[in-house]
């Protein structure tokens, strides 16, 4: 019987140039047919008459990768049964990666006392049985491409050296990715320093400084005797061309958003950076492409361009308006998996589709729409901006062969957001507006009802069901509301598996969608129970009310980050 364990290591096999890839596909055909003789493994072993010592390392890759995997699937589970954070979250990923993932998590926080034992085995007991039923549409996508799919390699650009295998590379968000590379980056810069003052010691000279506690963001001292890197060199920038530098927002693997103004004086602004060097002809392609792009679109709910150039100093850069507020995906985690409020809800879908709107009447389709990429403004408007142009491209470029995939890495992997990824998109197939309303089908179901309509474990996942799954109904996401069936229809019709299944244009969308609203706000004014309050009790809820209290301005730059995280 076929398994995804064979897969994976018909995956390792190709890339370490153990066995060919037309081997490796008629090994995986001849085991799903039901040919004896074991795994992948054992077959390709007796096959190919292999070296025993790359049989060994292909096994040890294969078993070190389900390990992996199956520490992914229980981490996720840990986040939402002990509540913690993205910043414990890699701090747990930073400490088990410096141990080369020898110890599982579950024993290690049942050492610390943060878990029962019985909870780590219950838990367990969930990550296996979410892996096994991801494992059979994982299994159902290679058959469905005849196991075309082995060629692509299992972790981009590496020899697949044991160290390579990491949950915060393979299988978590690129957010994730930077804070674990953040703590790695200190830990190593502590070590350097912890060096450098042995040596001083035995020398009889007096020691360096501590360095400041993690949770402090001023940045280290440099070390006077190694160079700066290219990014530690950008996030001390104070002048960008005519900006001045107000603030570090952010700083990724291959730029930074600045929080600036202009001569130092005026409004703020936000100026997304990217270093040349660090980035590529790739990316640095996708940059200017992004910058060219929202040239074109003027409108209300698309954030606006004010500036662009390259400094001398080989930095590409754009200005944009500084917004304070939240993005989407900050609403969506307060709302805690509830669906946000339907008014609110409304207001932002209208004004998503209105930006839309502008940017397909120009034949831009954005490409990369997800609650990050929508900014909600702060002040009780919820003026929406559509963000990050970074994977857009212009819809009537049809020829695919004719320009370079911005969707895809060099290795050919689909790049850009699983969950609210296009089947057309993941196929290479031509994309037009339709592209961006299968997207925002989803966003729309998620704002709704809290949840997403399809959900997988892993990116690659994801992806077989954005082909071939049946997404959920409102109703089985929230079964307590008595959902209208034109909102069942909407989002439905959105989320059509097929271009042609999907309406086609957003004034489309928004016409049925005007038709929903008022069941919408029916259906929510129901489904409210009234409570009975003490007298006491509404006069110290109106007395809270009367006091102001203004949320602290956040400014936005998550969305700006776009590709400025991960090279792909």
């Not at 900014?375 to 009537?396: H, N, Q, S, Y």
Request: net charge neutral.
């Amino acid at each position: 019987m076929l398994r995804t364990s064979d897969v994976m290591a018909a995956k390792i096999a190709v890339q370490l140039q153990v066995v060919g890839e037309d081997d490796a596909r008629s090994l995986l055909r001849a085991i799903d047919g039901g040919q004896p003789g074991g795994d992948f493994v054992n077959l390709a072993a007796a096959r190919f008459r292999l070296d025993p010592r790359l049989v060994e390392t292909v096994r040890h890759r294969a078993a070190l990768y389900e390990h992996v995997r199956e520490e992914a699937v229980y981490l996720r589970l840990i986040e939402r049964a002990l509540g913690i954070g993205r910043s414990s979250v890699a701090t747990l990923l930073a400490q088990l990666e410096a141990q080369a993932h020898r110890r599982r998590l579950g024993d290690a926080l049942v050492r610390a006392g943060r878990l029962s034992a019985e909870k780590d085995k219950e838990l367990l007991r969930q990550a296996r049985a979410s892996i096994q039923q991801d494992d059979g549409r994982i299994l159902d996508r290679y058959r469905q491409e005849d196991f075309a799919g082995v060629k692509k390699p299992l972790i981009r650009g590496s020899t697949l050296d044991p160290s390579d295998f990491k949950i915060s590379t393979l299988f978590r968000s690129k957010e994730t990715r930077a804070l674990v590379d953040q703590i790695d980056l200190q830990a190593l810069r502590e070590e350097a320093r912890r060096a450098a003052a042995e040596r001083d010691a035995a020398r009889g000279e007096p020691a360096a400084p501590a360095p400041a506690p993690a949770s402090e963001p001023a940045a280290p001292a440099p070390d006077e005797r190694a160079p700066l890197s290219g990014m530690e060199q950008v996030s001390r920038l104070k002048r960008i061309a005519d900006y001045t530098v107000v603030e570090v927002l952010g700083v990724g693997g291959m730029g930074a958003v600045f929080l600036g103004q202009k001569d130092g004086r005026g409004e703020y602004c936000a100026i997304k950076v990217m270093l040349n060097q660090a980035a590529g002809k790739t990316e640095m392609g996708r940059f200017r492409r992004e910058i060219a792009l929202m040239r074109q679109i003027d409108h209300p709910n698309v954030l606006a361009l004010l500036d662009s150039g390259e400094t001398p100093e080989g930095l590409t850069y754009l200005v944009v308006p500084a917004l304070a507020g939240k993005e989407l995906r900050a609403h969506l985690e307060a709302a805690g998996g509830a669906g946000l409020a339907l008014p609110f809800a409304i207001k932002v879908f209208k004004q998503v589709l209105e930006g839309l709107a502008a940017a397909h009447a120009r034949h831009i389709v954005h490409r990369d729409l997800k609650p990050e990429n929508i900014f909600v403004r702060a002040g009780g408007e919820e003026e929406v901006k559509i963000m990050d142009f970074g994977l857009a491209r212009l819809g009537d470029d049809v020829d695919q062969g004719g320009q370079e995939d911005c969707f895809r890495s060099d290795a050919g992997e689909v790049v850009g957001s699983p969950a609210y990824i296009a089947p057309e998109s993941i196929t290479n197939d031509a994309i037009d507006a339709r592209t961006d309303i299968y997207s925002l089908g989803i966003i729309l179901f998620e704002m709704l009802t809290g949840k997403l309509p399809l959900e997988s474990e892993t990116a690659q996942g994801y992806l077989g069901q954005h082909l071939v799954c049946p997404p959920l109904t409102l109703a089985e996401a929230q079964p307590d509301r008595r959902w209208p069936q034109a909102a069942e229809d909407l989002v439905a019709r959105m989320m059509g598996k097929t271009k042609d299944e999907r309406p086609a244009t957003c004034a489309e969308v928004l016409e049925a969608f005007k038709a929903v609203v008022v069941p919408l706000l029916r259906m929510d004014a129901s489904s409210k129970e009234v409570p009975t309050i003490a007298p006491i009790e509404v006069a110290a809820a109106q007395a809270a009310a009367a006091q102001p209290r203004p949320e602290p301005a956040r400014w936005g730059f998550k969305g700006l980050m776009g590709r400025l995280l991960r090279r792909d």
